[in-house]
Structure formats: C-alpha cells, structure tokens
C-alpha cells in the first residue's frame, strides 16, 4: 500500500512553497467521521482510475482570502471569482503531484477539472468501503484541510 | 525583438502567475495574450501576431492535446511553438503534446527560476 497521505502532504509543501510562499506546519492525518475543517470554501477533483474519489480542499473564509492574496501578490478581502478559481487550482496541483507519486508505484490515475462550492461544513460522501482521511495544515492566515476519499483497485 | 505570448488556461489565477513569473524570471517579452481554453487560444492566433504559446492540457471545452491538434492542421499558425505548462507531465502525455508539435513541457508548480530555465532559451 502506498503511503498516500505522505504523498499529499509533500505535493502541498511543495505546492506552498514554490507557488504560494507561506509557510505551513502539516498535523496528523485525521481519520474518523465528524473532523471536518471549519470550512466556508470547498475545491473538489475526481480522480479516476487504479485509485478513483475525490480530491478536496476545505478552507475557512480567513485561510482562502490569505491563500488566494498570497498566490496573486494582493489584497483580497472577499470571496470572488479569484478566489473561487485559486483554491481550485491548489486542488488541481496537489492532486496532479499524488498523480505523479503513484504513478511511479504503476497506479495510472486522470484527474478531472476543480470544483469549487461556497459553503459551511461541506462534506463528501461514498459508498461503502471507501477510505478517507484529511490532513490538517496549520498557517499564518488560518488552517485549512486537504481530504481524500478513495478506492484503490 | 521580444517575443509576444499567449497563456492559455482555464484559470485566470493561473494566467496571472504565469504572467508574473515570466517577469520575475527576468525574460525579455512583447504583449501578453490569454485565453481560456483550447478554442479561445486558436481564435487569438487566428488574429494577434503570437511568437510563443504557454498553454494546459486539462481545460473545458477544447484540452491542450486537442488545442495542438487542431491547431497542426491550420496553416497559418501551426509553425508558433507551443509549451506545455500543466500538473499532466507523464511521459504518455508529453509524449503525445510533442507529437503533435509542443516543444517542451513545464510542470506545475514551478518557480521563476524554473520558468527561466525551460522557457529562456526560446525567449
């Protein structure tokens, strides 16, 4: 079994750390039912593949709006279009780093095109026997959470 | 003579930091275009003088792949070279972009220096 989790919280670093310039401090993996992120923003990418789910970024309104600033050298003091489409597109490039790290574990996966949904407390769901867990990012401009529900074939 | 630039994606927050890490790499470029998508991108060139296309693959409406397809086959523009800037970097994919004409492939994310790299000597 690869080890999933490490590989989407190294694709955020380095998402982070080449692209957005924020420091942020990963937790531990959290794995039970109700450990939702506090979250007003939700960017979601289907996977597809030998590992199929989704992909989704959670984020309160203080975190997008500091993220999204980060990424385009500004002020942004709402949640807009921008906002809407920066968040969609961390998505689109922590889930393209997973890509990269199972594919070299022979696990072919595609990725579809972010999702972004307003709203509090947005939770995906699955069939049964889908495994899920959301790794926890601490940083300067408010936590966020970045979670994978899948079936690995 | 700096070269004029298309970006195609379908993220505008995207094109913007592209925009800017073309400037933070310190390359020496004309006007800078965008489009949205793959059929966006070819109604430009259709009418801008473009040197150089930065462009996705995985966009609505007309991916990157399709975008080069189409694009082979007008004889107008099918000779502007194109790069590929995408989180699509296996093999299979390039492989298949530069079968179909794209000249190099950068992967997201990236930094300025990185832009620099693949992109200066075409710059």
Redesign the interface.
């Known amino acids: 079994m690869p080890p999933i989790e490490r590989y989407i919280t190294e694709a955020t670093l380095?998402?982070f750390a080449?692209?957005i310039f924020i420091d942020i401090i990963p937790g531990e993996p959290l794995k039970g039912q109700n450990d939702g992120i506090d979250s007003n923003l939700t960017s979601m990418i289907g996977l597809a593949g030998d590992l199929q789910g989704v992909l989704a970024v959670h984020c309160p309104e203080t975190a997008a709006l500091g993220i999204?600033g980060a990424?385009?050298?500004m002020d942004v003091a709402t949640i807009d279009?921008?906002v809407r489409?920066?968040i969609?597109?961390i998505a689109?490039?922590v889930?393209?780093?997973l890509?990269?790290s199972l594919?070299e574990n022979d696990i072919a996966t595609e990725?579809a095109?972010p999702t972004t949904v307003l709203g509090k407390a947005v939770r995906t769901s699955g069939q049964a026997g889908v495994s899920r867990f959301i790794v926890p990012f601490a940083t300067p401009v408010g936590d966020f959470g970045i979670e994978l529900k899948y079936v690995l074939h | 003579m700096a070269k004029n630039v298309l970006l195609v994606d379908?993220?505008?927050?995207?094109r913007?930091?592209v925009s800017?890490s073309l400037r933070q790499a310190g390359l020496d470029f004309g006007d800078i275009f965008e489009a949205g998508d793959g059929q966006e991108a070819l109604d430009v060139l259709e009418k801008e003088a473009v040197d150089i296309v930065l462009s996705d693959i995985?966009?609505?409406n007309m991916n990157g792949i399709e975008f080069l397809r189409e694009k082979s086959g007008r004889d107008g523009i099918k000779d502007i070279p194109v790069f590929m800037i995408?989180?699509?970097?296996?093999d299979d994919i390039i492989g298949e972009a530069k079968s179909l004409g794209a000249v190099g492939a950068l992967?997201?994310?990236?930094?300025p220096d990185k832009v620099n790299e693949v992109l200066g000597p075409f710059m």
Do not use: C, Q, W, Y
């Open positions: 380095e998402v080449t692209m999204t990424m385009l050298g279009d921008d489409d920066a969609g597109e689109n490039m889930a393209g780093g890509k990269v594919a990725l095109i | 379908d993220s505008s927050t995207m913007k930091i800017r995985n966009m609505p995408s989180t699509e970097t296996g992967k997201k994310p990236f930094t």
